[in-house]
């Protein structure tokens, strides 16, 4: 639920509890060099802080949005508080904060590695239009492969949600879309591949799909076994 402005000003005033086990010494090692711009005591609180609002972040996505909240608070200038404040929004649905943040780090680091989640975090708004034009940007930059991967699996979503279901497959085929291959990104490429054929209602297309995907998901982040089993029986 969002917060009016009275609310988020108080919880921005008020630090949240830290569990007992956060350690300074838990934030990678990037993290804590750009919190070495801060007053040391300010950097140690800011970066306990962060690294709450990660462990928090799969249990408990609010209790961690407040500890990413007050973090910014703190230290609105340092990039990788925006940027953990970002991902912990995106990861609990709060897509307009999340699209604001991570506005703030491109502008601030004028790098794009996070330009897919900007990208779906327009889509998850209602704009896909905007999360294709910002696939169209990109192109021109030389982006990580696992974020063009993922910028073109969002780019595919964007096209589906725009009843584009065609041109939603065609735009994941390509090198990557190889069952022999295993990258870090192929169970997801494999799964979004699988989601559209089923969506273009190429079911046994999809079914082969999922099962690659299955095969590929080496630490079962997807349920593609179940979605293969599901259309074989419908």
Do not use: C
Not at 80 to 92: C, F, M, N, P, T
Not at 133 to 149: H, M, N, W
């Amino acid at each position: 639920m969002p917060l009016d402005d009275e609310s988020l000003a108080k919880q921005l005033l008020e630090a949240p509890e830290l569990p007992e086990d956060v350690d300074f010494a838990d934030l990678d090692e990037e993290a804590r060099r750009e919190l070495r711009t801060l007053p040391r005591a300010l950097a140690e609180t800011v970066g306990k802080h962060l690294v709450a609002a990660g462990e928090l972040v799969d249990a408990d996505p609010e209790a961690a949005l407040k500890h990413a909240r007050y973090a910014k608070a703190k230290a609105a200038r340092v990039p990788i508080v925006r940027e953990a404040l970002g991902l912990v929004s995106y990861h609990a649905g709060n897509w307009a904060e999340a699209l604001s943040e991570l506005r703030a780090v491109r502008r601030m680091t004028r790098t794009d590695s996070h330009i897919a989640v900007i990208a779906d975090a327009e889509r998850a708004l209602g704009r896909p239009e905007r999360a294709l034009d910002l696939a169209k940007e990109a192109k021109a930059q030389r982006l990580p492969r696992d974020v063009e991967i993922e910028l073109r699996i969002v780019a595919a979503g964007a096209r589906r949600d725009l009843g584009q279901l065609d041109a939603a497959v065609v735009s994941l085929q390509g090198p990557d879309l190889n069952p022999a291959r295993r990258e870090p990104w192929s169970a997801r490429l494999f799964y979004a591949y699988a989601d559209n054929l089923a969506a273009a209602g190429r079911r046994d297309e999809a079914v082969k799909w999922f099962l690659h995907a299955a095969e590929a998901d080496e630490n079962d982040e997807t349920d593609a076994a179940e979605r293969a089993a599901e259309l074989s029986n419908a």
